[in-house]
């Protein structure tokens, strides 16, 4: 093996048991930043050594014995600190004999550590950016460049965000622990808005040349799968899971050869993801075992799961998708969420009673300026002949739209209608 | 990257109870490590395997041919990894489980890319 090719082993070992070792460090230290120094540390020895010694046969449990013995030395250097800390080694002393090897705690069940390590990240005490972002590096393992690129901005300021959402967590001495009862709830809707969030970043981004954004989709589906796995009694972390999956399934059909997005009902099914897709269907039906599925990714997630399961564009059962707008609408509220249910409704019962619909939202302030209300609105005048309405409409759209492609579709539309 | 190992032995018969307990556990970690998105095992051909080939023009369907010591696979698993290196060090530990715990068991974990290309147009 050339120094090369170590070096590329330990940075794969490196990549997949990152998370763990900062999570069983974080434990032992109750201090993230620490043990992610510590994590750091235990690397950098790696890279000293592999090379000359070999890659070890168990590398995991090495980088894991490594990283207990820094953190051991950092208590001892600092033991005139804090009392606390005093106690830590001890504890730690005896935990070091009572598993001694270098194969010790590799196979411990360390699921709980990763799961509070995620919860630290997304506290709500930091801000939501700062939640992303520290969630990318310490769970995800990205480095601040990759985060940086990804959200389109600077690594200085990446840089910066993670510093002071690390030292908001080490002043303010949380518990470093797995929130329980009515604070889980809480915490948890907090951990998946930003597994949500890094998700939409990525998918909202199809006409960027930047090839990092799709790698935030696979981030977030990892964060979800690694969530779903750690609290298989969330509903709606299989909730959002599901609908992380179903959206991926449909990435090679989303645009078309020049890079043009491709309309859901046009697209070719065949192409479909079937392993993603029979994730989220198996995603989906765990949600609502557990007696979720009413819960707010679960019902997006059952919509998308209606597409899933029709073969054809025109299978679609438009029935249930307004029939799930209708209860997503019901506690969310969004005006955005009621002109959904109107194109379900028009696909299902006619342009009339989707017309009626939007004209029951058209005063909502939040849709003043939002192109798709005069765009569904004049496709429905245009279903029912009413083409000079129609065709205000689409000219409406298309002075609201910032796209483009979009604009030229809406144009083309307006000067055809009843032409 | 998505990559598919298939896993093929010469072995015949049971392999011992506990290879099968620390592949759980391995797997375990791969679940939650949201690494592993797929995997499941293969009967052996006696319980049923069948060969259709196409060759010269002529679809055939014939039994499996049951030569002895012939490679067979015997399961296979799904990951999703950032980058090859990673695929590599999972297919190792894999096959360190194998020779730690499997009593002799000698085989080949062959990983290969899938095509996915998720994000092209």
Known sequence: MTVADTHRAILAVWRTEQQRLVAILARMLRDVPLAEELAQEALVAALETWPESGVPDKPAAWLITTARRRALDHIRRNQMLARKHETLARELETEQEIMPGPDANLDDDIGDDILRLIFTACHPLLAREARAALTLRMIGGLTTEEIARAFLTTTPTIQQRIVRAKRTLSDSGLAYETPHGAELEQRLSAVLEVIYLIFNEGYSATSGEDLMRPQLCDEALRLGRILAALAPKEPEAHGLLSLMELHASRFPTRTDANGDPVLLLDQNRARWDRLLINRGLAALQRAQQLGGADGFYTLQAAILAVHARAATAADTDWVQIAALYARLAAFTGSPIIELNRAIAVGMAEGAAAGLAILDAIAAHPALKSYHLLPSVRGDFLAKLERHAEARVEFLRAASLVANERERNFLLKRASSTGA | ?121
Not at chain 2, 28 to 44: E, F, H, T, V, Y
Request: hydrophobic letters at 40%; aromatic letters at 8%; one cysteine or more.
């Open chain 2, 1 to 121: 990257m998505r990559y598919m190992y298939l896993v093929k032995s010469c072995q015949s018969g049971m392999p011992p109870a506990r290879l099968f307990e620390e592949l759980d556990k391995l797997a375990q970690r791969a679940i939650k490590s949201g690494a592993m998105i797929d995997s499941g095992g293969l009967l052996p051909p006696q319980a049923g395997s069948m060969h259709v080939t196409l060759q010269g023009g002529k679809v055939s369907v014939i039994d499996m041919p049951m030569a002895e010591a012939k490679e067979v696979v015997g399961g296979y698993a799904i990951f999703e990894f950032k980058t090859r290196e990673e695929a590599i060090a999972s297919a190792v530990e894999f096959m360190n489980v194998h020779n730690e715990f499997g009593e002799g068991w000698e085989g080949t974990c062959e990983m290969r890319p899938m095509m996915t290309n998720p994000h092209a147009p």
